[in-house]
């Protein structure tokens, strides 16, 4: 029998209706027509524009008759629409009134904030006809992607190691090799997944993917006239569509499509996808900002306001989204839920995440509701949820971070004593210490495990590593904002003179620098990150802010691989020998202690001396072992681990203790030694000559294995 | 250029010739034809494609839909495909889901 609720019961401008359902929100297709439904809880009345596809004007205009509005939610079927070439918006009646926080204007069309599928930035670059009345238009989206039993890849998240990209600069430049429409994309990237498996990273990191304007903001450098643009998009226009400009077959609408195929190809090789998503703030901006969508729907809701109606700015870019009201909370929990249900993402990684757990009037909430509720949710029950533990008005949470049980932390503390460490800095051999074992010192206490840090030596936020041991400051000049932007607490040393230099001296201590970083970096207790082309020695000119730059400073230059074989190799067997050996993942804190009674304990200090490290505030050199018996909470079975780390600018003999009985060193990794010396293949270590001592170079990392 | 599109059966298995722009007003005909094939019970789907100029996401989810209305035990050729609707089937995976190929010979 014919189902009743596909007749409709109204009709409106020739259009036959009837009343809707009001969840979902959002375009949903249902039988004979669209489902409608949209929430705003201060305005009066509402009207559903429809355009065709890019049509300069809206092809019917329909109010909700007032019987179709439940609630705060306006809902509604319409009848006979062709979906494919549909475009969809709303206008809004209500009071205007600065100081009381509402910005109704029914003369601007508004975006679905649930709208699956955004136009008006198809193409990236191209620029838009600035006169169209509706610049960012809700489409709709069909699910029918054919994903052949993918689900969400479940890796323990100790056991990843994290690749930060951008999707447009891993395969925009034309070294990339990359065919050149797909330059760019996702279907770059998907054509790159070897590359991606060569380097042995198992999880990518995709910085904002949701749908953003390259365009906010652009402007003309004013002394070099380079052309300046949101490239690196954080800031969101649209929370639940991909950005079509990453799409290869955007100009069709095929974002969806392309995008889950990407992951849908990366789970088939075990690389899992974490999203960087944005909910502290929107592209809408302060008072002077475009009215979007949620200004004009219903800025109260949305916006944290101050009482004389301005907005609060906690994100540094004039407006911060109010996270913690219900509404706003339901409308985030819904976005992460549609990425991982509709999408299979396997995690998030939460920008200036700090934000999420503050009140209405910026205040720190001790139980915030918003992470508490993605904590516990169901259908996020096994996605990675990373907060970037701080945000731009000043709350700093690395270690005090709401977890639930559930939060990971990019772990900004690492970063900082693992740079001062190995440019030579004294007094923070306890704090290595700390970083080197999962930072227990901020987790432990809490019943977090190791895995709550992420640890990272450097992002997308600050130095590349070979910049890092390149520049002494940041050089923001191209920029446009005469040096003001990026970060001042660089840690960063460059090895005798700022910046390039063909002083081969100086390029062997940056090598040897660079190789220390990535050494330390993927035997610590957590889930290492690496930023895209670190691996093949990336260069930013010392801008350590280049979020505005779509050219060649941020598009990865493949030749690089080429040019630093030697680096390249260094980097991808210290991400191998990290996965082949569990006892650098573990899911536990170190007991500091022979808690199985096999002779040794779990992890165990050294110094020059065996079993004696030097603890004092002058020291530069710390050596540690780790009992592969203990591994993984001495579930599994490994290999002893030894780590030298000499930091002083003088080589050091180091006495070694003595492996496990049958058993002897091996080196893997020496970042004194020249190549192909400096490291080997996994399982391909020689033995070392002496058993007992070892002349470790000034500034060097050793690493031994027992077998 | 329009679109047409024409269904043939020879030796069990169902021809489909596509010419000119498939978009989303004429995929309602590219889809009865394919409800016509698997009505018929053919052994095998192929559709010859290098006339079809342009094909929109409507077009594509016809492919999708025939993948699924044939049944995983009927094989899909996709015969001759321009550069242009080639690239918008391999970037959207799609590929993987059907054999494309140059020519297709139905005494084989």
């Not at chain 1, 509604?76 to 109704?104: K, S």
């Not at chain 1, 270690?399 to 503390?413: D, I, L, T």
């Not at chain 1, 930023?531 to 350590?544: F, P, R, W, Y």
Request: glycine share 10%.
């Amino acid at each position: 029998m014919e189902r009743i609720d596909v007749h409709p019961t109204h009709t409106s401008n020739g259009y036959q209706l009837r009343c809707g359902q009001p969840f979902p929100f959002g375009a949903t297709i249902v039988p004979g027509g669209v489902n409608f439904s949209i929430y705003s809880s201060h305005s009066t009345a509402c009207t559903l524009v429809l355009f065709e596809k890019r049509a300069p004007q809206p092809f019917v205009e329909i109010p909700f008759p007032e019987s179709f509005r439940i609630g705060n939610v306006y809902c509604m079927v319409v009848f006979d629409l062709d979906f494919e070439n549909l475009e969809y918006g709303y206008r809004m009646e209500g009071p205007n009134n600065f100081q009381q926080g509402h910005w109704f204007d029914p003369s601007k069309v508004l975006l679905d904030p649930y709208a699956k599928v955004v136009s008006g930035r198809d193409v990236w670059g191209t620029q838009p006809n600035w006169d169209d009345i509706y610049q960012h238009r809700g489409r709709l989206s069909f699910d029918d992607f054919d994903w052949e039993n993918d689900s969400p890849l479940d890796v323990p998240l100790e056991d990843m190691v994290i690749y930060e990209m951008h999707v447009r600069g891993f395969t925009k430049d034309p070294s990339s090799g990359v065919k050149e429409n797909h330059r760019g994309t996702f279907a770059g990237i998907l054509a790159k997944i070897p590359y991606l498996q060569e380097l042995g990273i198992n999880t990518v990191e995709l910085m904002p993917v949701f749908e953003f304007d390259e365009f906010e903001h652009s402007r003309y450098h004013p002394e070099t006239g380079e052309f300046l643009v949101n490239y690196w998009g954080y800031s969101t226009v649209n929370f639940f569509a991909p950005k079509a400009g990453y799409a290869a077959t955007g100009k069709f609408g095929m974002q969806i499509d392309e995008l889950k195929n990407l992951v849908k190809e990366l789970h088939k090789v075990g690389i899992s996808v974490i999203l960087d998503v944005v909910f502290n703030h929107t592209a809408e901006g302060n008072e002077r900002g475009p009215t979007i969508s949620f200004r004009g729907l219903d800025n109260k809701t949305y916006y944290m306001l101050t009482p004389e109606g301005y907005y609060f700015n906690f994100s540094g870019t004039g407006n911060t989204l109010n996270c913690n009201n219900p509404i706003v909370r339901g409308m985030v929990l819904d976005c992460l839920r549609y990425w991982t249900a509709e999408f299979h993402i396997d995690g998030f990684r939460f920008d200036l995440a700090s934000i999420l757990g503050r009140d209405p009037w910026g205040y720190p909430l001790a139980n915030p509701p918003l992470l508490e509720t993605l904590a516990f949710d169901p259908i996020l029950a096994r996605s990675k949820l990373i907060a970037e533990a701080w945000d731009a008005g000043g709350l700093y949470q690395v270690g005090s971070f709401p977890s639930y049980g559930r939060w990971a932390e990019w772990n900004g503390k690492y970063r900082d004593s693992v740079r001062k460490f190995i440019k030579g800095d004294a007094g923070v051999i306890g704090e290595m210490a700390q970083r080197l074992q999962g930072s227990p010192d901020l987790y432990r206490g809490a019943g977090r495990p190791p895995s709550t840090s992420i640890n990272f030596v450097t992002a997308h936020d600050g130095f590349t590593l070979a910049d890092l041991v390149a520049y002494n400051g940041k050089h923001n000049y191209a920029n446009g904002e005469n040096g003001n932007d990026g970060a001042n607490d660089n840690y960063s040393w460059n090895c005798g003179v700022e910046g390039a230099t063909d002083n081969p001296d100086i390029l062997k201590l940056r090598a040897r620098q660079m190789r220390n970083a990535i050494a330390i970096l993927l035997v610590s207790q957590g889930v290492p990150m690496l930023l895209m082309g670190d691996e093949m020695g990336k260069t930013q000119g010392g801008n350590n802010n280049t979020y505005c730059h779509d050219s060649p400073l941020n598009w990865l230059n493949w030749h690089l691989v080429e040019q630093n074989q030697d680096w390249f190799r260094f980097v991808k067997h210290c991400i191998a020998f990290r996965l082949a050996h569990p006892v650098l993942r573990n899911s536990e804190h170190f007991q500091n202690c022979d808690y199985l009674g096999v002779g040794f304990p779990d992890i165990s200090w050294h110094g020059v001396k065996a079993w004696h490290a030097d603890w004092s505030s002058d020291g530069r050199v710390l050596a540690f072992m780790l009992c592969g018996q203990h591994a993984k909470g001495g579930r599994v079975k490994d290999n002893q681990i030894y780590v030298a780390m000499n930091m002083h600018y003088e080589s050091l003999w180091f006495e070694l203790p003595a492996p496990p009985v049958g058993t002897a060193w091996h080196v893997f990794a020496n970042t004194g030694a020249q190549p192909p010396e400096d490291i080997h293949a996994p399982g391909q270590e020689p033995p070392l000559e002496s058993q007992s001592s070892l002349l470790i170079g000034d500034r060097s990392v050793v690493i031994l294995i027992a077998k | 250029m329009a679109f047409s599109i024409e269904l043939e059966t020879i030796n069990g298995q169902a021809k489909l010739t596509l010419i000119g722009e498939l978009d989303g007003g004429t995929a309602p005909l590219f889809k009865e034809k394919i409800e016509a094939a698997a009505e018929a019970n053919a052994t095998k789907l192929v559709l010859f494609m290098d006339q079809l100029e342009y094909m929109s996401s409507a077009g594509l989810r016809v492919l999708v839909f025939a993948k699924q209305k044939m049944g995983t035990g009927v094989e899909i050729f996709l015969v001759g495909t321009q550069e242009m609707v080639n690239d918008t089937i391999e970037q959207t995976g799609l590929h993987q889901s059907f054999h494309m190929v140059d020519s297709y010979d139905f005494t084989a």
